[in-house]
């Protein structure tokens, strides 16, 4: 399987997707079609946790002072679904391997997996 999670406003993920070779990708524009229950399910199922797929760079992270609360994985799993910007962007899954964010090193992992 190869897919994609983004957000289509977003200029790194649209400067990322540019970058790379999608053919056989499945896109999924996560404001447009937020993450389903499931879809999460998927995800969590190679990152083992919630807090690693969650954005912490988000505006209303910061609105919702959610940095001086004690989240808990439940927590995060439901700011996910419940608002699509909580989401770290984008999320790439290669076969048996998922790509989370937008740093550096993680495109660069990517972009070796595509090659």
């Given at each position: 399987?190869?897919?994609?999670?983004?957000?289509?406003?977003?200029?790194?993920?649209?400067?990322?997707?540019?970058?790379?070779?999608?053919?056989?990708?499945?896109?999924?524009?996560?404001?447009?079609?937020?993450?389903?229950?499931?879809?999460?399910?998927?995800?969590?199922?190679?990152?083992?946790?919630?807090?690693?797929?969650?954005?912490?760079?988000?505006?209303?992270?910061?609105?919702?002072?959610?940095?001086?609360?004690?989240?808990?994985?439940?927590?995060?799993?439901?700011?996910?679904?419940?608002?699509?910007?909580?989401?770290k962007?984008?999320?790439?899954?290669v076969?048996?391997?998922?790509?989370?964010?937008?740093s550096?090193?993680?495109?660069?992992?990517?972009?070796?997996?595509?090659?």
């Amino acid at each position: 399987m190869k897919k994609v999670y983004f957000l289509q406003t977003c200029d790194t993920c649209r400067r990322i997707l540019k970058e790379l070779n999608l053919d056989g990708f499945e896109r999924q524009e996560i404001k447009q079609h937020p993450v389903t229950a499931d879809q999460l399910e998927e995800l969590y199922s190679f990152t083992k946790n919630y807090e690693g797929l969650f954005n912490k760079r988000a505006k209303l992270y910061r609105e919702m002072d959610l940095k001086n609360q004690n989240l808990k994985e439940e927590d995060y799993k439901q700011y996910i679904l419940d608002e699509y910007t909580f989401l770290k962007r984008p999320v790439f899954v290669v076969n048996d391997e998922i790509f989370v964010g937008n740093s550096k090193k993680t495109i660069e992992q990517l972009k070796e997996k595509l090659l």
